[in-house]
């Protein structure tokens, strides 16, 4: 196992560049000098009302120090990577914030035996000193069935925390206040954890391993060992579980949770999900909870408390009446808070109605005849020679691309297969292209998808008025206009678009008197087959391949490839 790659400048000065980075992008913001601590800039704001300090090892931010800020945390003393703060550091903090003039000072500790002994040190120095310093310790870990001596750990609850004692102390409430109202409030939040992948301390290995196919579920927020390891699941499976075993009767650190109760919900982003994966985990809580009848009075969708790079998410929720949700929603200018709508999280919410087609967008004419049929088997013999392509396509785009070309045009014929055995397609030239067209845009997928349907939106446009041979020509070429008009690649860049104007010049013939469609489709589409040959021997001057080396790209390009083949089988069609 390899010690994996961060990009930082040195492993022993990470936690102070990071800190050092924070503070110079946030003028709010100012570093403590000899000490890893950050503090608002605006001390003398706080005179006359409780400071909040927070903190802990680094490694989990935005935690803590992203929560500085009116209406949040005063200040924050950091450790390094998972380590607690030096109680030194801990005790400057509280001197700095009594000496500004705080009626008191709050420590809103996570429970881990290193911080509550740290921060416990320094509050029991501070006070000997004179200062009036309290201590909340937040664990909110949902994981444990039976009980621990050390309590439950404290996880992402802790932010919500924050923004509790963060509104009450701006609002004037006394130290003994504050302490109160957060006791009640730390009783009522749980959370867990659910994670894809272990994280690592810079420059040590990993932390734990987790198989290919595996998740732990109930992991701390330094690696530490989760309750089950089980196989991945699909999201809404995961947070099912995850919900069930919060709440779950005969878990002694279970979250009590009863149809009509109202939470704030918060989904958290360990540190390697992507922004993708928290939207579905988001949306499947917010499905969850409403099937149990608990009203979500706010949600938090983001990255609040990591675990470094770990590929995982935490659910965190904490019951709430309405002096909670105010407090929640109070203003504040901490950097990391999200600007939070002040409204439910729900599923239901209505769908805007689409537009109806425009008037004379569509063309009329019954899908019956020769040339319905005709159609049908033209796009029948297309779908077949795409799908038979599609490995080779995508082998084809590996090499230039994400190696999903065949994939995409397997999509688009699979789409053009499904709406053909509905109902027959229309024989109207226009008409059938431009349905084509959106059908493409919608199902297809991708710049291919996007590129297609302007080529048939625009070769639909001159079929309006006929569909003579020398019209026929005049539609590739408007289609191929458009293409190069939106699409800014030109000839000769090693895109699709090489084939089609190989094959649209060789098109012009049917201008010609007399012309015959199969012998000069013929010659197309030998055209066509030829330029994308060809493009193994051109530098990509358009789409993703443009940005590698010429002297990489041995194969034909992918989209020209295609192209090409969809001509093939059109020629293929129109002779069967």
């Known amino acids: 196992m390899e010690v994996p790659k961060k990009l930082v400048n040195s492993v022993a000065c990470c936690a102070d560049d990071a800190l050092a980075g924070l503070v ?9 000098q000899g000490h890893r601590v950050v503090l608002r800039a605006d001390l003398v704001a706080i005179r006359g009302r409780v400071a909040l300090l927070s903190g802990g090892g680094s490694g989990h931010e935005p935690a803590h120090a992203g929560y500085i800020g009116k209406g949040m945390l005063t200040g924050v003393v950091a450790g390094a990577v998972f380590t607690s703060p030096a109680v030194g550091s801990i005790l400057v903090a509280i001197r700095a914030v009594t000496q500004a003039g705080a009626a008191g000072t709050l420590l809103i500790v996570k429970n881990y035996t290193g911080d509550r002994l740290n921060f416990g040190l320094a509050l029991e120095r501070a006070r000997a000193e004179g200062a009036d310093v309290r201590m909340v310790v937040v664990g909110d870990d949902s994981a444990f069935a039976a009980p621990k001596k050390a309590g439950r750990r404290g996880l992402c609850g802790t932010v919500l925390i924050h923004k509790v004692v963060g509104a009450l102390a701006e609002a004037g409430a006394s130290l003994n206040e504050i302490v ?13 954890g659910l994670s894809l992948s272990p994280c690592s301390v810079p420059g040590s290995k990993p932390t734990f391993q987790l198989a290919d196919d595996e998740m732990e579920l109930g992991l701390g927020i330094h690696g530490e ?24 009767p005969s878990n002694a650190s279970r979250l009590p949770l009863s149809p009509g109760a109202s939470v704030v919900l918060v989904v958290n982003n360990l540190g ?22 608990v009203r979500i009075a706010r949600a938090l969708v983001g990255s609040f408390m990591t675990a470094l790079e770990m590929a995982g998410v935490s659910l965190t929720l904490m019951l709430v009446d309405e002096e909670l949700v105010g407090l929640i929603d109070a203003e504040t200018t901490a950097m990391a808070w999200p600007n939070l709508a002040a409204a439910p999280a729900t599923s239901q919410r209505q769908e805007i109605p689409a537009p109806k087609e425009g008037p004379g967008t569509a063309q009329s004419e019954p899908s019956t005849g020769p040339g319905a049929a005709r159609a049908q088997l033209v796009l029948e013999r297309v779908c077949s020679t795409l799908l038979n392509m599609q490995d080779k396509l995508n082998e084809l785009d590996r090499a230039a691309g994400d190696g999903d070309c065949g994939h995409t045009h397997a999509r688009a014929a699979r789409a053009i297969q499904e ?6 397609p229309p024989a109207a030239p226009a008409q059938l292209l431009s349905t084509l067209a959106d059908l493409l845009l919608e199902k297809m997928g991708g710049s291919s ?6 080529f048939l939106t625009a070769a639909a446009r001159p079929l309006l008025n006929g569909n003579d041979l020398p019209t026929w020509a005049d539609a590739m070429d408007a289609g191929i206009e458009a293409m190069q008009r939106y699409g800014g690649a030109a000839p000769g860049d090693r895109t699709m678009l090489d084939s089609l104007c190989a094959a649209a010049q060789a098109l012009h013939a049917l201008r010609s008197p007399g012309a015959k469609l199969l012998p000069v489709l013929t010659a197309a589409v030998q055209s066509a087959e030829a330029a994308a040959e060809a493009t193994k021997h051109m530098e990509a001057g358009a789409g993703r391949a443009s940005y590698i080396s010429s002297a990489q790209l041995l194969q034909p390009d992918p989209g020209a490839v295609a192209a090409a083949a969809v001509l093939r089988a059109v020629l293929e069609g129109l002779r069967s």
């Open 24 to 32: 110079a992008c946030n003028p709010g913001l100012r570093l403590l």
């Open 180 to 192: 109160e109202k957060v006791s009640v409030a730390t009783k009522a939040m749980g959370t867990l």
């Open 225 to 248: 060992a989760g309750v089950r390891r089980m196989k991945v699941l699909p999201a809404d499976e995961a947070v099912e579980t995850m919900l069930a075993h919060m709440t779950d």
């Open 272 to 293: 390697g999900l992507s922004c993708l994966e928290l939207g579905i985990v988001a949306g499947a809580a917010v499905r969850r909870l409403e099937s149990r009848g």
């Open 419 to 424: 709406w053909v055995s509905t109902r027959p």
């Open 449 to 454: 998808g996007v590129l297609y349907g302007l």
